[in-house]
Every structure is written in C-alpha cells, then in structure tokens.
C-alpha cells in the first residue's frame, strides 16, 4: 500500500475500513482485548516480561564481551546472565536478531552484517523511486516485492530468531542483481528514446 499511487489508495480505502470494522466487531476472539489491555503494563505480561529480561542479559553479554562470545554460543552464555526461571533446559535464545548476531560476532561481525541488510534495501528504494508506478516493469515490481520482505524480516528480527533464514540472504543478492538489471533497462531504454545523430555521435554505446 505505501508504494501504490494516491489515486489507487482512495480506491482502496473503503474496502479496507470496512475489512477493518469487521475484524474490530465481529472476527475478534472474546479475549482479544483482554490480551490486548496487557500492552499497557508489559512488566506483568509473563511473555514480555521475559522479552525485557532477555533483551538487559544481552545486553550485559555485549558490554562484558564486545568481540562476541562466538558462533551459536549465545545459547550456553545466556545461563551466565538469566535467572533460573528464564532458562530452558539451562539455556536461551535471545528473540532478537541483532542481539543474537553482535553477542555472537561482536561488534566487528555485527558492522558488515547490517550494513549488508541496509544496502540492499537503500538498492531497492532507489529503483522504486525510480520506476513509473504507472508503467512498472518486471524488474522494478520484483524490487519493490524484496524491499518489502526485507523490512518485514527487518522488524520481526526484533522479536524472533529468523537470522539464520536463507531467503533473507538470497534477497541481498538478488538486491545487487536487480540494480544491475535495472541500470541496463534504463540504458537500454535511453538508447532508444535518443535521435540516431546522438547514438552516432558516440554519446551510447550498445
């Protein structure tokens, strides 16, 4: 919805509320918004309270250990830094994408694994700030399908371990693939729009 013309959103818009009104009404669990009134006081909520426990353990694990504490050993560590009742089996993931990979890596691993994330998706912004959301091409709709999945896995890393999931790498590459797919698309598409004197002229090269 972000990236669809204005005049497609208004089109959208009353299918939306009205989707909306039913799910507020009619489709929720009777004890939806019981659990819902937990978001006011998430020190009681036992899940998010744990959550908060976890994220101040690993964050004491990065300060005692800012090269890391070594690959996937995130689990055992953890027991040094949790309370018993935190523990399974005497070990914890972290939830958290970004706490798991610099416990693990340290700072110097954590550095190019989210630059690398962050690149693809300044990559992929450009080409749909490029693209005629009128006239999209495959390329363009591609691109802008991976930058969304990547924000999507981008926000759920906060609250799940999905770093070690394939596609999000394969999304980094495909990233580079498609910028360079893109440039010889807008190349290409120069070279036709210009007059025969300018491609003779040695402005163009095919």
Known sequence: LLFLPMRVKLRLAPVLLLGLALFVYRLTPEDYWT???????????????????????SWQMLLDHPFGVGYRNYLDVAA???????????????????????????IEGF??????????????????KRADLRHLTRVEIYAMGIEIGLYGWMVTGF??????????????????????????????????????????????TT
């Not at 659990?35 to 353990?57: L, Q, V, Y």
């Not at 009742?85 to 070990?91: D, Y």
């Not at 007059?195 to 402005?203: D, H, L, M, N, T």
Request: with cysteine; charged share 15%.
């Open 35 to 57: 659990w819902m009134g937990t978001i006011k006081t998430p020190e009681e909520e036992a899940s998010a309270n744990t959550r908060f426990n976890i994220n101040r353990a």
């Open 80 to 106: 040094d830094y949790l309370a018993p009742e935190f523990l399974q089996n005497g070990k914890r993931a972290a939830h958290n994408n970004y706490f798991t990979i610099v416990c693990e890596t340290g």
């Open 111 to 128: 550095t190019p694994w989210i630059l690398a994330f962050l690149g693809s998706c300044w990559m992929l912004r450009k080409i749909r």
């Open 159 to 204: 609250f799940h371990n999905t770093h070690e999931t394939d596609p999000a790498y394969w999304f980094v590459g495909l990233a580079v693939v498609l910028t360079r797919l893109h440039a010889q698309q807008i190349h290409v598409a120069s070279i036709a729009d210009a007059s025969p004197a300018e491609v003779q002229s040695g402005g163009f």
